[in-house]
């Protein structure tokens, strides 16, 4: 760690100062550990660049949609990988996840109304997964085309990317 | 899924040493809580402080072992991380557990420190 008696911003030194990535793609096959790996991957490239609370709410975010993927798609073992996309732009990430399993239910779509604090006996084992997606996700679009169904989502950064 | 336990009295402590608690390790870590949370114990605390990342599946694991007790049996959360604090409130779980914010809150809430000095 550097020291910093002055309290003046840290900076790091112009050599280890890295550009914000391009926009990249990481493909993977239709399994838990496959998602944790794509995470890993995914986060890897831009946690350096955004902060840490926006890098958390990306990682629980692609991991319910991916997870439902996995869990709900039926995705075909012979079937192309899922691909997730993601765009590091000046004020938000822009991402985008494409599968081969079937057709998204549309009531998903639809964010659920707010329910009462759960309690008691009545305490639901799952059905978290949509609700926080819905909460988390900006601007969240579907379309299903050629077989294959793309979810895109944006998360305003809650400062721009930290090399400006 | 490593889970190891300390015990005194009617208290089960159970450190969760994974950074992970998701959709890979939930199935596991619900099964290997069910074995070790047994009758006798009525607080189990759950040492979370390892734990990086909570998503759906992990929290739908936690209230199946919670379910799973008895009546006279709890479920409590020790030292949430900031991600996984943000899991139970954005889905309101923190209204159902009780979530201690410390190990140290923890134990003097469990009556730890006190039977050990």
Redesign the interface.
């Given at each position: 760690m550097p020291s910093n008696p002055e309290g003046a911003p840290l900076q790091c030194p112009a050599s280890h100062r890295r550009a914000a990535p391009q926009p990249f793609q990481v493909s993977l096959a239709a399994d838990?550990?496959a998602?944790?790996d794509a995470l890993r991957t995914i986060l890897a490239q831009v946690v350096a660049h955004i902060p840490a609370?926006d890098a958390?709410?990306l990682?629980?975010l692609l991991?319910?949609i991916l997870?439902n993927i996995?869990?709900h798609g039926s995705v075909p073992a012979q079937a192309a990988p899922i691909t997730v996309s993601v765009d590091l732009q000046k004020h938000a990430l822009a991402c985008e996840v494409c599968d081969p399993g079937i057709a998204l239910p549309e009531h998903l779509l639809v964010a659920p109304p707010p329910t009462a604090?759960?309690?008691g006996?009545h305490?639901?084992?799952?059905g978290?997964?949509w609700?926080?997606i819905h909460?988390?996700a900006h601007n969240l679009t579907y379309r299903r085309a050629a077989g294959r169904n793309r979810l895109s989502f944006n998360l305003p950064l809650t400062r721009g990317p930290s090399h400006h | 899924m490593d889970l190891k336990t300390e015990s005194h009295e009617n208290t089960l402590w159970v450190h969760l040493d994974e950074p992970?608690l998701?959709?890979?390790v939930a199935l596991r870590f619900k099964d290997n809580m069910r074995d070790i949370c047994l009758p006798h114990y009525h607080r189990i605390m759950l040492d979370m402080s390892a734990v990086t990342?909570l998503?759906?599946?992990g929290?739908?694991?936690l209230?199946?072992v919670?379910?799973s007790l008895s009546k006279d049996q709890t479920l409590e959360l020790a030292a949430p991380s900031?991600?996984v604090s943000?899991?139970l409130r954005?889905?309101?779980?923190d209204?159902?557990f009780t979530i201690h914010a410390t190990l140290a809150d923890a134990r003097a809430a469990g009556g730890f420190d006190a039977v050990q000095s």
């Open positions: 838990h550990l998602v944790r609370d958390g709410t990682e629980l991991a319910e997870n996995v869990e604090a759960p309690y006996d305490l639901p084992e799952g978290f997964g609700p926080l909460d988390l | 992970r998701d959709a890979a990342f998503d759906s599946s929290l739908g694991a209230v199946a919670m379910k900031f991600n943000k899991v954005l889905t309101r779980m209204t159902v």
